[in-house]
């Protein structure tokens, strides 16, 4: 399996800020999603991030808000714009394996808007 | 109709039985189903995948796919106190350039002493 890191784990930020979540990868993919799961939720996926082209968004999540770059095949960002207490959540970076198929996540990112 | 549906429990079971976690599912077209378990203020863990009919064992976990009813399991032998968990039911969603997962809620399960 993958071994996946995000930074940073948690953060608490204010309204209107900003935030960039790093996800890194110890080996190539091809693709990387992002989820988010609010407070007792489940997960819901945010986008798609293929290395080389534009992220593919779900319906809902719209690039101005959730702006993603890929620029290499072990790493993605997430940015979570114009912040509102509404996106308090955890986002997670997951990556299909290409050994064995499965989709594994990394630890997430604990986010709090004030 | 939701994509993934789960009980979300919680389900509590003494320790040492078998739990059975179910899970259903709307897409037929769905080919392969993951489970996740999930520790509270943790990230989703992958313990099993399955793709065909029929059962798949791991250790103290079978997993079980029957496509024809649209239904998957997960069962756990022997529960420990340590599988106390949120266990999350996946399916893929494939676009033709990727696989994404929808996600049922989740089912909480709760191994007593």
Known sequence: ????????????????????I????????????????????????????????????????????????????????????????????????????????????????????? | QKEVEQNSGPLSVPEGAIASLNCTYSDRGSQSFFWYRQYSGKSPELIMFIYSNGDKEDGRFTAQLNKASQYVSLLIRDSQPSDSATYLCAAPINTGTASKLTFGTGTRLQVTL
């Open chain 1, 1 to 20: 399996s993958a071994v996946i890191s995000q930074k940073p784990s948690r953060d608490i930020c204010q309204r209107g800020t900003s935030l960039t």
């Open chain 1, 22 to 114: 790093q996800c890194q990868v110890d080996s190539q993919v091809t693709m990387m999603f992002w989820y988010r799961q609010q407070p007792g939720q489940s997960l819901t996926l945010i986008a798609t991030a293929n290395q080389g082209s534009e992220a593919t968004y779900e319906s809902g999540f719209v690039i101005d808000k959730f702006p993603i770059s890929r620029p290499n095949l072990t790493f993605s960002t997430l940015t979570v714009s114009n912040m509102s207490p509404e996106d308090s959540s955890i986002y997670l970076c997951s990556v299909e394996s290409p050994g064995d198929g499965g989709q594994y996540f990394g630890p997430g990112t604990r986010l709090t808007v004030t």
